[in-house]
């Protein structure tokens, strides 16, 4: 079964980090986007960073460029996020999503058929 799995979510305060990975089983990120997405209470979905398998290309929404990064590993099969300096306005459940690399959109929902159950990311103030 082709699954992903998130983990390292949790409380933190404002100003702190924290990394997040997404681990695939049942397949690789070979030749897949792969993205993270997050979901404030009340708010919709929304795309926080893309990375390409192919080249490695990453892209970020602006709310987060500077202070996240994702990377992969080279077995191709864990992907992170890493999250620094984090504000209250980034709590929400993380998710990581990964669909075919010519089919998504950097910081797009469509077109990932694989998602993950989400990983919970709570920053006080």
């Known amino acids: 079964e082709e699954q992903l799995v998130e983990s390292g979510g949790g409380l933190v305060q404002a100003g702190r980090s924290l990394r997040l990975s997404c681990t695939a089983s049942?397949?690789?990120?070979?030749?897949?986007?792969i993205g993270w997405f997050r979901q404030a209470p009340g708010k919709e979905r929304e795309g926080v960073s893309f990375?390409?398998?192919?080249?490695?290309?990453?892209f970020y929404a602006d709310s987060v460029k500077d202070r996240f990064t994702m990377s992969m590993n080279d077995l191709k099969n864990t992907v992170y996020l890493q999250m620094n300096r984090l504000k209250p306005e980034d709590t929400g459940v993380y998710y990581c999503?990964?669909?075919?690399?010519?089919?998504?959109?950097?910081?797009?929902?469509?077109?990932?058929?694989?998602w993950g159950k989400g990983t919970l990311v709570t920053v006080s103030s």
């Open positions: 999503g990964a669909g075919p690399e010519m089919a998504v959109t950097p910081l797009d929902s469509y077109a990932m058929d694989h």
């Open positions: 990375l390409s398998s192919s080249d490695g290309a990453t």
């Open positions: 049942g397949f690789t990120f070979d030749e897949y986007g």
